[in-house]
């Protein structure tokens, strides 16, 4: 116990302090009683109102000073006020994952000394993009001023925006060819880089230099200090109302509601117990140029998970059993993962806005060392953490929904997030400059479906739940590509009672430029990464790109002869097939192949959301407006939901009832012919496993697995009756 009272504390022994506290007490800060709530309970939440009111009001400024178009247009910008010692009191809307990844960054700067050298002091901006000091990936950067007031540190704001262009071995930001950390782009290492509330100049020049679009990341900059300020100068003022005395207080108190808040919307909404779920991710490489020897091409990525809701409302999320890291940008850090678990808590949780760090305090994560979740090697990349991160946590969605509704809480079921594959690219501009940007229209995928509901159309995505895929417009200002077309893309929603959301194709003519290199990531091959509810089918996630190089779109044009604006509804010959000659090349799984020029042509689809209850339940007239409307196909309708469509008189779909009664109990029948009682599925599977009768793929992710988790290897040889390790190979 120290002696001295917390003001006289230096920041480190401040933050010891309080973590002893809560260990000792199971408070936040050892706060085992709301007394400034209790005294007065409205002030005490008009003050929370006007804090998250400051973060909303900095963030719509910054928007408005960035020139980048993720952050004006798609709103990939996040700002947070935290204590002293780097706890979260309030924050804005926006990319939410990194309200607590930034705590995480305060933190370490008080645990490394920072206090000391270089010295953390009034007008000070630091700055920090390294995943395992806290961050997600490299081009989430942020930056963080300290506040103070009557010369004493009590407290800070931060803001990070998504950067378009990190600088690595690829153009953009989400760098899919990193294969360790020295390829990722341009680091900034908790670094201060302003002082009396200026970026200093040597980090701009470094930024200039190192960038293949320097104006967004620098332009950010401001925008970031600009927020920071201004919720800075706010708390001070607030301050100066309310008591120096009484805002250290009542801060603290904030996060301690909101971890007692957590707890009692986990009791209020779910049932205590154990849940488990599982996803799959794929990545397929091989033959594909760049990828080196070190890397496994084709990899097969397990993610089961275990989620254990206690009797006092703390969700407990074990990855034990998932895949050890590997040399590729799809690991994640501890602090990535946090950022995982809170996003989807103030979506499926704590949606009201009066949440905080004291959520993620009512919650734990177990990373098992070793694995992608937990990189034992900070070498490692961690560029496009995304891919198994949206899988993972669309597993947790899933998980806390069964929850919902064992508890009878139906209406807020959601089959769960999808995969979100981006765009990058870079060369030479139409301006004839050198460029390099991510294309952020990936931030309005198909949702998971709800347990009452359709999902939302091409308007949904976990990181970010203020989904926007810009304006067509702006992008082609800042690339040398012209859209053709945006359109849905049919059947891409997850079949049930309630579809997944669809999502959407782009493609695009490239246009002056004699240099553009296209690649893409986060990319699921082969599997399925987003499962349905209750019966709901998963989405289809195995899109693929298709590409026409010289075509002659032009004479076409000139001739006014109809154009490619889509791939089609043909699974067969696309719409670039029938309308365009040239080169056409069909690729599936990350695009990284030659550069384009002027007058190519290329597509890229996002991923739809998976679908919840069974699929012969379904509405027939809403089905019939899906095919209408280019949702469904007329095919997938009969086939798989089992409604008959027939036309009326101006050739629009109409459901014929009693012909879908008697289809769907034809389907029914077929479904009891050729089901078999669980035992006897169970004992044809296991000679299976016994014999390991699997694709190569499926073989090394379970040996993978097997080899790191002596837990896993238990369960595996428990439940299928065999020892897993001889079955499998592993020494």
Not at 199 to 219: A, G, H, K, S, T
């Amino acid at each position: 116990m120290l002696d001295k009272p917390a003001s006289a504390l230096r920041i480190r022994d401040r933050l010891i302090e309080s973590e002893r506290l809560m260990e000792e007490t199971g408070c936040y800060d050892g706060i085992t009683e709301l007394e400034l709530r209790n005294q007065d309970p409205l002030k005490f939440e008009t003050l929370h109102t006007k804090l998250r009111a400051y973060c909303v009001s900095a963030r719509e400024m910054a928007r408005r000073i960035s020139a980048s178009p993720g952050v004006r247009e798609v709103g990939e910008m996040v700002v947070a006020i935290y204590t002293p010692e780097g706890d979260a009191i309030a924050l804005s809307n926006g990319i939410m994952v990194h309200v607590h990844t930034m705590s995480r960054f305060i933190k370490w700067m008080i645990r490394n000394g920072y206090e000391e050298n270089p010295q953390i002091r009034d007008g000070d901006i630091f700055a920090n993009n390294d995943a395992f000091i806290g961050t997600v990936q490299v081009p989430d950067v942020m930056d963080v001023m300290p506040i103070f007031h009557s010369g004493r540190l009590v407290g800070w704001a931060g803001a990070v925006c998504h950067e378009l262009e990190a600088g690595g071995i690829t153009p953009g930001g989400d760098v899919a060819l990193a294969q360790e950390r020295f390829t990722e782009g341009l680091f900034v290492c908790a670094e201060k880089v302003g002082e009396n509330d200026e970026i200093r100049r040597d980090y701009v020049i470094r930024c200039e230099r190192n960038l293949r679009m320097p104006i967004y990341w620098v332009l950010d900059e401001k925008a970031k200090v600009a927020s920071c300020i201004d919720m800075r100068e706010s708390v001070k003022a607030l301050i100066d109302e309310i008591g120096l005395d009484y805002w250290m207080q009542v801060s603290k108190e904030f996060i301690e509601e909101g971890r007692r808040a957590q707890l009692a919307r986990t009791r209020q909404l779910t049932v205590p117990g154990i849940y488990r779920g599982h996803t799959f991710y794929g990545h397929v490489t091989a033959g594909k140029p760049g990828y080196q020897p070190l890397g496994d091409p084709d990899w097969l990525y397990n993610i089961p998970i275990e989620m254990e809701i206690t009797s006092d409302g703390k969700i407990i999320m074990d990855f034990e059993g998932t895949q050890p890291w590997g040399y590729h940008s799809m690991n994640c850090t501890p602090a990535g993962m946090d950022g995982g678990m809170f996003v989807t808590l103030t979506q499926h949780m704590n949606f009201e806005g009066l949440v905080n760090d004291g959520a993620w305090m009512a919650t734990e994560l177990k990373l098992p060392a070793g694995t992608w979740t937990n990189p034992d090697n900070e070498m490692v990349a961690t560029a496009t953490s995304w891919a198994l991160l949206l899988p993972a946590y669309g597993v947790f969605q899933r998980l806390l929904s069964r929850s919902f509704i064992a508890r009878g809480f139906v209406e807020e079921a959601f089959v769960g997030q999808v995969n979100s594959p981006m765009i990058e690219m870079g060369g030479q501009s139409q301006y004839g400059t050198p460029f390099g940007m991510a294309h952020f229209e990936c931030a309005a995928a198909g949702s998971g479906a709800l347990a009452i509901k359709d999902g939302l159309d091409t308007a949904y995505v976990g990181w970010n739940p203020e989904s926007d895929m810009g304006n067509i417009e702006i992008w082609e200002q800042n690339m040398p590509m012209l859209y053709i077309g945006r359109s849905i893309v049919p059947n891409s929603g997850g079949a049930g009672k309630h579809r997944g959301g669809c999502s959407f194709l782009s493609t695009w003519l490239v246009s002056k430029t004699d240099h553009l290199r296209l690649v893409t990531s986060e990319h699921s091959s082969r599997v399925f990464d987003n499962g349905g509810l209750c019966g709901g089918y998963p989405a289809p996630t195995c899109q693929k790109h298709r590409a026409v190089r010289d075509s002659n779109i032009f004479e076409l044009a000139e001739n006014r002869a109809p154009l490619a604006h889509h791939t089609g509804t043909n699974p067969y010959r696309s719409e670039l097939e029938v309308r365009l000659e040239g080169e056409h090349v069909t690729l599936e799984g990350p695009y990284i192949t030659a550069p384009h020029k002027t007058g190519d042509v290329f597509t890229h689809s996002y991923n739809g959301g998976g679908g919840y209850g069974d699929v012969l339940e379904r509405d027939p007239v809403k089905t019939a407006w899906d095919v209408e409307n280019g949702f469904l196909t007329k095919e997938a309708a009969v086939g798989i939901f089992g409604i008959v469509l027939d036309e009326d008189e101006e050739g629009f779909p109409v459901a014929n009832l009693e012909a879908t009664e008697r289809h769907r109990a034809e389907m029914r029948s077929r479904r009891l012919a050729r089901a078999k009682p669980v035992s006897e599925w169970m004992a044809k599977e296991r000679e299976r496993v016994k014999a390991a009768d699997f694709a190569p793929e499926v073989k090394k992710m379970y040996a993978s697995a097997i080899k790191l988790s002596p837990r896993f290897t238990k369960d595996f040889s428990t439940f299928w009756d065999v020892d897993a390790k001889s079955t499998f190979g592993v020494e």
